[in-house]
């Protein structure tokens, strides 16, 4: 027997689900359906888990801009080198 019952999504998780299960030639109901089967049979949940991705701060994302930039030769590499540890950390002492 059959029931309908109703979940929730964001519109916008919903609407690109199902473009990406309709490629696949599943529907959104259709999969929803076979994850709650394999959830059941193999008593766990059917897939990896995973956190999203990380957005790199306002600080970071510029630094990484500067970084390439001075890769490319399109800004001047002002960074310090150094060729042993002693030698950065005496720099970063002051010394």
Do not use: C, H
């Amino acid at each position: 027997m059959v029931t309908a019952s109703t979940t929730r999504f964001e519109e916008s998780d919903k609407s690109e689900a199902t473009d990406l299960l309709k490629s696949m030639g599943l529907t959104f109901n259709g999969y929803l359906n076979m994850a709650v089967k394999q959830l059941i049979n193999q008593r766990r949940i059917p897939f990896e888990i995973l956190p999203a991705k990380e957005e790199p701060s306002e600080e970071t994302r510029r630094a990484m801009i500067a970084a390439e930039a001075k890769e490319y030769g399109l800004i001047d590499d002002d960074s310090p080198s150094f060729t042993t540890a002693d030698e950065a950390i005496n720099w970063l002492d002051g010394e």
